[in-house]
């Protein structure tokens, strides 16, 4: 999976290659496999055997640029290796360790799109697929340790326009570069809010463009930025608003919102600061749990890798998470 690449929006060749595998596995297993339109050309993988109480989700896109895969004793190398492709694995791993023990009515969800703006899980949340389980574990890197809290996003893109002119006699335009530096410095001195379980919110500029040639007064400028949240997000859009006043547009792209999250018993805990699917399929796909192998703190780098032991150590988890929801949901069914 990791040579193949799947940047986003660009995660047809890996969504047909998890198509056909598993649709090979749910054959011999009693299960079935069914794709979720998102976008053309990209679809999310849906695989499930008996009636689904339990998920299994994450996602099959990256972030660029692609880089192809290699292993040593310890690690597999690649870009997606640890966000998420082997997550991925470890899953469709886990699924065959339920089905070899006689453990049906669970799901398997992999969708596209989660880099960016999550558009594979609010797809799935709006499908006819959605309502059917009580429990969702969401894949992303914690290094195997249930997170409880994950921070929230907010990304804004702004636009600064200007006037054309010679770049020597700048006094006859206007610079939509210099105005939208201005305005980024001062959305750099906007307070950032903190809480006592997330810690400080963040603030990152993604990137900028703008301009014609070094010799011309820009009369067009562009920024991507985002906020890690950790909380209601009213203040930060207050200090965006302030700071492109007059200036500037600004655009809000994205807002997902900072989290709490369920521990699991006998399982490590921990909290990140990256931002998942989680909240785009909390209501349609049950009670959520985030937890998988890799560390965060290699995906979207240079050196993506994710040890081979915790890839291991994450099939047997998934496993015994799924068995014991399961479990939980056939005591609560028997309750009422």
């Not at 929006?9 to 496999?33: I, P, Q, Y």
């Not at 895969?69 to 997550?87: H, L, P, Q, T």
């Amino acid at each position: 999976m990791v040579d193949i690449e799947s940047v986003t929006e660009n995660e047809k060749r890996v969504g047909d290659f998890l198509f056909a595998h598993l649709s090979e596995f749910a054959g011999r297993t009693g299960g079935k496999v069914e794709r979720i339109a998102v976008a053309p050309a990209r679809d999310n993988v849906f695989a499930s055997w008996g009636e689904p109480t339990v998920v299994l989700s994450t996602h099959m896109d990256t972030v660029p640029p692609f880089f192809g895969s290699n292993e040593d004793e310890e690690f597999v190398w690649g870009r997606g290796s640890c966000d998420a492709k082997g997550i991925i694995a470890s899953m469709i791993f886990a699924a065959e360790k339920l089905l070899a023990a006689g453990t049906r009515n669970f799901a398997l969800l992999i969708v596209v799109g989660e880099e960016r703006n999550s558009a594979g899980a609010k797809a799935a949340a709006q499908s006819g697929l959605a309502g059917r389980t009580k429990f969702l574990i969401n894949g992303e890197p914690t290094e195997n340790r249930v997170a409880v809290g994950a921070k929230g996003a907010l990304r804004f893109e702004i636009t600064a326009r200007g006037k054309l002119a010679h770049s020597a006699y700048p006094e006859l335009g206007h610079s939509a570069i210099h105005a939208l530096l201005d305005v980024l410095g001062d959305v750099r001195k906007v307070a950032l809010p903190q809480d006592r379980t997330l810690g400080p919110a963040t603030l990152n500029v993604g990137t900028i463009a703008g301009g014609r040639a070094p010799n011309v007064v820009a009369d067009e400028a562009r920024a991507e930025i985002m906020f890690r949240t950790v909380g209601d997000p009213a203040s930060l859009r207050e200090g965006v608003a302030k700071a492109v006043a007059g200036r500037a547009e600004a655009h809000e792209v994205l807002h997902t919102p900072a989290l709490n999250l369920g521990a699991f018993d006998g399982l490590p805990q921990t909290t990140v600061s990256f931002t998942t699917d989680i909240p785009a399929l909390i209501g349609a796909w049950g009670e959520p749990f985030l937890i998988g192998p890799g560390s965060i703190h290699l995906a979207h780098t240079a050196e993506e890798r994710v040890p081979k032991k915790e890839l291991v150590e994450a099939v047997d988890i998934y496993a015994q998470m799924t068995m014991e929801l399961l479990k939980k949901a056939k005591v609560e069914a028997n309750k009422q």
